[in-house]
């Protein structure tokens, strides 16, 4: 059985630019491999929105999806058992950058909320509104943020960046120690 799933978001406001996702899931009990949640926002809605309002909508669903794409690439690439020790050594490093990119995707998901939520006006209006489970995971992840610089360092150092000289001759030294 298959299950069809669209979602469908309208952007724009002169031309109207169609953006459309267009998902086939299809699993042997014939259910979704994940829940899909879809919800309809009419165009002139979406277009009455304030501008800080409507882009923080928007970057939040473009970071929710970049954020689960990779988390599923990495799933994927985890997923491999192999007995020959260079696919390993390659599935491992190849797991270890995607890692990497998720990082970086989270912290970037991060500074939209940094910069356009926290302590802004939209926060105002919109704290009230968050439940319990929502207030919690937004105090968590401003408490993983604040407190620990790891993510932010993984992101400013290796995610979207290529290692230095410096940093490349550490790794082929440490390497050449183990290899001995």
């Known amino acids: 059985m298959r299950e069809q799933i669209y979602v469908v978001l309208a952007l724009g406001a002169v031309g109207c630019a169609a953006a459309y996702f267009y998902w086939r899931l299809r699993t042997k009990e014939g259910t979704p491999m994940i829940p899909v949640y879809e919800f ?17 909508l928007l970057s939040l669903g473009y970071a929710a999806n970049h954020v689960s794409m990779l988390q599923k690439l990495l799933i994927f690439a985890l997923n491999k058992e192999s007995s020959i020790e260079a696919e390993q ?27 356009r939520y926290i302590g802004k006006p939209l926060a105002n209006d919109y704290d009230s509104r968050i439940d319990d489970g929502g207030r919690e995971a937004l105090q968590m992840l401003t408490k993983l943020f604040d407190e620990s610089r790891l993510l932010t360092v993984i ?17 082929v030294r440490d390497a050449s120690k183990q290899c001995r």
Not at 155 to 171: E, I, Q, T, W
């Open 40 to 56: 309809e926002v009419p165009k002139d809605k979406l277009l009455a929105m304030p501008i800080e309002e409507r882009g923080f």
């Open 89 to 115: 050594t390659l599935c491992a490093a190849q797991s270890q950058m995607l890692l990497r990119l998720l990082i970086g995707a989270l912290h970037e998901s991060w500074k939209i909320i940094e910069s």
């Open 155 to 171: 992101r400013s150092n290796f995610s979207f960046h290529f290692p230095n000289d410096k940093v490349l001759d550490a790794a």
